[in-house]
Each structure stands twice: as structure tokens, then as C-alpha cells.
């Protein structure tokens, strides 16, 4: 798993990537992040059933998909995930996915593997909504 870049806010709905990417922002949102991957223990699913990896919105998952809560955070948007408290900066990622469990201020970061999935766990993470291109 690559992490995300470090920000710095440069200025109120502007943040600058330690690699130099400016992202512009619309909205700051503090949530729980926990991790899936699509393992039939997260999924519920296995190789060669036709969902296996497929998400809410029909794409692949892939690192850089999140599940949310749709009503926080709608489908298809385009986000910046910010580790708080130590936590790695997942990165950038989009909203393509639903779960079950995934109700209210909560969001599911996919991981490629279950131990990455097992490693993350539960952490706060700041939620940059990013400003449509």
C-alpha cells in the first residue's frame, strides 16, 4: 500500500501536497474509517461469483474506493482521506461503494488484502471533500 501524500492547508479551502499537487476543497468532514477488501470475510463473496470486487456503483474495487453512507457523502464524489491521531493519510479516493454497516458518519477504505484490511482498523480521519474539476 502506497499512503497518501502529507497536506498543509494553505489557505481555508486549499491544501498543498508534500509533493507539490495543490487541492482545492469545499467541505472538511471528521469520521470513523474503518477497511474492506473483497475477501469473503468483508464481502461476503468469492472468486468467480459475478459481484466478486464489483461496488455500488458497478466500477472495480480498487485501492482508492471508499464505501460511505450516501447521504453524507454522495456517490461518485471525490475525496482526500487524512489520518488523524498518527494514522496514515489514506489519500485520494472516491466514493463508489455502499455496505451495510457503513451508517452515517462512517467509511469503508478498501485495502488490496485482508491484513492490510485488519492492520488499518478503526481510525479518525479527516474527509476532505474535493472541489469538482
Known amino acids: 500500500m502506497t ?3 502529507d497536506i498543509n492547508e494553505i489557505e481555508e479551502g486549499v491544501l498543498e501536497t508534500s509533493d507539490g499537487k495543490i487541492i482545492e476543497y ?3 468532514i471528521q469520521l470513523e474509517a474503518t477497511a474492506y477488501c473483497a475477501c469473503y470475510d468483508c464481502c461476503g463473496k468469492y472468486p468467480g461469483n459475478k459481484w466478486y470486487g464489483i461496488t455500488a456503483t ?6 482508492g474506493t471508499i464505501a460511505v453512507d450516501p447521504r453524507i457523502i454522495p456517490l461518485g464524489t471525490e475525496v482526500y482521506i487524512e489520518g488523524l491521531g498518527g494514522a496514515k493519510n489514506y489519500g485520494f479516493a ?3 461503494d455502499t455496505g ?4 452515517g458518519k462512517i467509511i469503508d477504505l478498501y485495502f488490496n488484502t485482508h491484513k492490510e484490511t485488519v492492520n488499518w482498523g478503526r481510525q479518525q480521519v479527516n ?3 474535493l472541489k469538482e474539476q
Open 127 to 129: 474527509v476532505y471533500i
Open 94 to 96: 472516491t466514493a463508489e
Open 58 to 63: 458497478g466500477t472495480r474495487a480498487k485501492v
Open 3 to 5: 499512503w497518501g501524500p
Open 26 to 28: 469545499t467541505d472538511v
Open 100 to 103: 451495510g454497516a457503513i451508517k
